[in-house]
Structures are given as C-alpha cells and as structure tokens.
C-alpha cells in the first residue's frame, strides 16, 4: 500500500497567487481529513470528507480556502489568494470511517508564500 | 488545540531513561489517538484508546486512558534516541469533531 500520496511536497509562491494542493487517500478509506500545522497554532483540522461530502468544514480560516472531493481517490484544497500568513505544512489524512478508527497522514506540503 | 492540554511542551532525556507524557481534555474523550511525529514528515500512528481504564502497550511505548476518559499518559520506558520527535494526542470528542493537543517534543540524549 502506498500510504497516502501528497504533492507537491515542497510550494513557494508568491502572494496573491493561487496555490493548490492535492491528495490520494489510501484505497478503501472512505474518510479525508486536511490540516494544517503550524508552530504557532500546532495542527488544526481544516475540514474532512465522508463518502467525498464535506461534513464539518468550521476549520476553514476563510472565503479564500477551499477544498473539493470529485471521487473517492482525490482531493484537493485550494487558497486563493494566497497570502504569506497562509505559510504552514498541509497534511492530508485517511481513515475508514470516522469515529472509531485511526488516521493515516500523508508526508505533508509545505507551502511558503512570499 | 485548547480542547487538549498537552504536558511537558518539551523534554529533554538521557538515553535509558523513563518518561511520561500526558495529554488532558475538558470533555469526556470517545476515543484518544497518539502520534509520534518526526521533523519535516507526517504523523504516525501510535495506539488508540477507547475504555475507560484502557491500557496498551507497544514495545516499550505504554498509553493508559483514565476511568473518565478525561486524560491520557503515554510512559517511555528505557528512552532510546529512536523516540525522539514530537508526540501529539488527538480526540473525538463527539464522533464528529477531532482534535489534536499542542504536542511534545521529546529529544533522547545518547
């Protein structure tokens, strides 16, 4: 099993550009989960899917943030614009269904917006 | 995340040393996870505990859950530089919402 995929691992982009970032959950793994870390604020759940719907997306910083699930293979989260507060590690993770079994995370991307 | 209180921040020990990690919730837990996380690369998996009263070990890595799944320790027993990284503990509060403490950085002095 190849684990959960993220790309691109490494992103720099300059400010008011727009920055997306893709996942691949494990095969069977009907629930997603981005976050966010940061040494500030630590890591923050961002939004998670069930069956690709988005269910509790309250962890989203704001209008500019958005994330999609088009299959049960793929999903991306976008920021646009992007701003250099925006500067953090963005984990991708997976599970079976939610509630009772644990996570498992992607290598993360790290974006930094200049 | 301020539902979950995580002490020490950091830790710093001699090789063979034991430890002890706790995480504390304000809420009755439904289930609590713990991670260890290494510099620059993803969380992995360390256990989940679900019963009030529930322990479990792996290899020298034991997390104990307590009657009102209110707080968790993880005790390292014999610290080898291999444990060293960041150890988080994340919750399900209410089979909805999840969260992870402020983590613990955790380095092994050989």
């Known amino acids: 099993d190849a684990g959960v995929i993220q790309s691109p691992r490494h992103e720099v982009t300059e400010m008011g550009q727009e920055v997306t970032l893709r996942c691949k959950p494990i095969s069977g793994h009907n629930s997603l989960f981005w976050y966010r870390q940061t040494m500030m604020r630590g890591l923050e759940l961002l939004i998670y899917f069930n069956n690709n719907v988005p269910i509790d997306d309250s962890g989203m910083p704001e209008d500019r943030f958005s994330a999609k699930m088009p299959n049960a293979s793929f999903s991306t989260l976008k920021i646009q614009p992007s701003e250099p507060r925006d500067s953090a590690v963005y984990f991708c993770?997976?599970?079976?269904?939610?509630?009772?079994?644990?996570?498992?995370f992607g290598p993360g991307t790290r974006l930094t917006v200049t | 995340s301020q539902e979950l209180e995580q002490s020490p921040q950091s830790l710093i020990v001699q090789e063979g040393k034991n430890l002890t990690i706790n995480c504390t919730s304000s809420k009755t837990l439904y289930g609590l996870y713990w991670y260890k996380q290494k510099y620059g690369e993803g969380l992995i998996f360390l256990m989940m505990l679900q019963k009030g009263g529930e322990e479990k070990s792996h290899e020298k890595i034991t997390a104990k859950l307590d009657e009102k799944k209110q707080q968790s320790s993880l005790h390292i027993t014999a610290s080898q530089p291999s444990h060293a990284g960041i150890y988080l503990c994340?919750?399900?509060?209410?089979?909805?919402?999840?969260?992870f403490g402020t983590g613990t950085s955790l380095t092994v002095i050989p």
């Open positions: 993770a997976s599970s079976l269904p939610q509630g009772a079994n644990e996570q498992y």
């Open positions: 994340g919750a399900d509060h209410t089979g909805n919402q999840f969260y």
